[in-house]
């Protein structure tokens, strides 16, 4: 069963870390003992011998700076203070991935077309082969990257796929911490987002500018990692899915990806509780919950958003590396959820929201 994970920032961790996502996550941890990555972003979880076992055929990988307010520490390069720094971040994230694909053609491939995704697809499928090429959909996560909507189809052209207005508030629109509604800068940006077939991601957008923009945007709405408010104790963030965004979505046909970040899963969760304390149940409840609220299985799929920020460290208990994310296959199947429903949540949903937006020609 294949999985597709809407949310992992790759770049990022290239361009931060120098992190090499050809490699094991065994590998990767070996050569960062006594570097500072690990305590900056916890363990890895990804790399592509773990992609293969875990059948992770497609990823959305995202380009992604945080304005200098929110920059982390001194060791975050990839902030801006101007639009025109943000714009080149994005550029330099972009680059990354045209090096990445270029160094290992046989490890990782962009998708920009069908014809890109059948072709990934059908290496997959492919019982005389055991190496495949995990395709790569490139997200841009805060959209403070475009200089204006008059250079949307540049991004397009360079294979950005998927936009998300927000991370913190921007230009755009109320953000994470910072909530808002949409400006007129981000409706513009919307209209030019419909006009060259963008999907919209709603993941980090504050719920005033989410249900504006489900009203406003005629295409493709999604939330690549986004959890539901609804299922979480003690949290006023407006990191989380409204009941109202959810069903928004799932009216629009949308799809939600789950992230498997135990914050995201209980808010009281603290790295002393251990890992333990959380486990894939979670994942699985925040699955069943979407799916209760559509009354189908077509509207929910991961977005793990791994070594996004954290690692091993944070994560359900059974999760060793991403291609854990398998187990929750039993425990979905013990819910009563059965084959197609459970292939639609780890990979199909988003499979068919890619046959329906991606060109048939670059
Ligand atoms: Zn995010």
């Not at 992609?51 to 959305?60: M, Q, S």
Request: aromatic share 8%; charged share 25%.
């Amino acid at each position: 069963m294949f999985i597709v994970d809407a949310h992992e920032d790759i770049a990022w961790n290239i361009l931060t870390f120098d992190r090499d996502y050809s490699l094991a996550v065994v590998e990767t941890r070996q050569r960062e003992r006594g570097m500072s990555a690990p305590a900056l972003n916890g363990d890895t979880l990804l790399g592509w011998p773990d992609y293969l076992r875990g059948e992770i055929a497609v990823v959305f990988s995202t380009l992604f700076a945080a304005p200098a307010r929110r920059q982390i520490g001194s060791w975050d390069t990839q902030f801006y203070t101007t639009t025109e720094q943000a714009n080149k971040i994005y550029r330099n994230q972009l680059d990354a991935y045209f090096r990445l694909t270029d160094d290992h053609p046989d490890k990782f491939r962009l998708i920009l077309k069908r014809a890109d995704l059948d072709d990934v697809l059908s290496h997959w499928q492919n019982p005389d082969v055991d190496e495949h090429p995990v395709g790569l959909v490139v997200l841009m996560e805060n959209a403070e990257g475009v200089r204006s909507p008059g250079e949307l189809d540049e991004w397009y052209e360079l294979g950005v796929r998927i936009i998300g207005p927000a991370w913190a508030g921007t230009r755009f629109c109320g953000g994470t911490l910072e909530p808002g509604p949409l400006t007129s800068e981000g409706y513009a940006l919307l209209d030019g987002m419909a006009d060259l077939g963008f999907v919209l991601d709603l993941s980090h957008m504050d719920e005033m500018a989410a249900l504006q923009a489900l009203d406003y945007f005629p295409g493709a709405i999604i939330a690549s990692h986004s959890n539901a408010k609804s299922l979480l104790k003690d949290t006023e963030s407006n990191r989380f899915l409204s009941d109202d965004v959810i069903h928004g979505l799932i009216e629009r046909n949308g799809i939600i990806g789950i992230v498997p970040y135990n914050p995201f899963l209980d808010p009281t969760w603290r790295p002393s509780d251990g890992r333990q304390a959380i486990t894939l149940e979670h994942v699985a409840s925040q699955i069943d919950h979407i799916c209760q609220l559509a009354g189908s299985a077509q509207h929910v799929a991961l977005g793990s958003d791994f070594d996004g920020g954290f690692g091993l460290q944070s994560v359900p208990a059974e999760i060793e590396t991403i291609a854990d994310l398998q187990k929750l296959t039993p425990l979905l199947a013990e819910k009563g959820y059965t084959n197609s429903p459970i292939s639609a949540i780890m990979g199909e949903n988003w499979l068919s929201l890619l046959r329906r937006t991606l060109p048939e020609e670059e």
